[in-house]
């Protein structure tokens, strides 16, 4: 018989466990995207910046073909990441890029959390390259997108057939965070709930203004 002790399990992000991969949100690439609305999918990448950016996580920005054609990045990762340098590409799959596996490589973690567009090409790539050569990979998948809901899924299902594990940018959040008592990283993630969280943000932040109420207890 299996014996439960109060441990975390050994697929569970901590702030300190994995690096982030923001691929390719760049103008050009989001205008056909249709498998999310663009504003739920600028929403979704800003919090999962200001998280990772807020918890420390090591975190590449890669674009491709920024200047000929993509456009720059969107303006919610420039705002959270002003002086990150960004690795411009010319290949699809980011992982063919020596740019961006040297950068792997100098964060030394062993699980990558990758986001971005589009999901069956520029997200696929890597993941699959990542998973073949050793490391765990999460995929945030309301981060993501494609040219239709269809490709969207087919992506993500090919990905976890694979090995990848799907998660979503709120997920992500509260999965760095993971304990309400934690009280150095309590305003940092209740205040991105509260801008970027939707309904549940808004609950935070109904919850304090009405009745000083809080998530376990703190204040």
């Known amino acids: ?77 420039k705002e959270v990441f002003p002086e990150a340098r960004v690795v411009d590409r010319t290949t699809m799959n980011a992982w063919e890029d020596p ?24 997200i696929v790539g890597p993941v699959l390259s990542a998973i ?25 299902q090919r990905m976890v057939q694979a090995g990848a594990m799907p998660m979503t940018s709120l997920q992500y959040l509260l999965e760095l965070q993971r304990d309400w008592a934690r009280g150095a990283t309590y305003a940092l993630t209740t205040g991105i709930a509260t801008s970027n969280g939707g309904g549940y943000g808004l609950g935070v932040q109904y919850a304090k203004s009405m009745f000083n109420a809080s998530e376990g207890g703190q204040h």
């Open 1 to 77: 018989m299996p014996n439960a002790s109060p441990t975390p399990g050994k697929n569970l992000l901590t702030p300190d466990n994995h690096a982030l991969i923001l691929v390719d949100h760049q103008s050009q690439m989001a205008f056909a995207t249709r498998s999310i609305d663009i504003s739920l999918l600028r929403n979704n990448t800003a919090l999962i910046a200001k998280a990772a950016s807020g918890f420390r996580v090591p975190t590449l920005l890669t674009t491709v073909a920024e200047k000929s054609f993509s456009g720059p990045l969107f303006p919610e990762i």
């Open 99 to 122: 740019q961006v596996t040297e950068q792997v490589n100098r964060f030394d973690k062993e699980r990558l959390v990758i986001a971005g567009l589009w999901t069956g090409v520029c």
């Open 132 to 156: 073949d050569q050793g490391f765990k990979v999460y995929v945030i998948t309301d981060a993501s997108g494609d040219i239709s809901e269809e490709a969207h899924e087919r992506a993500v």
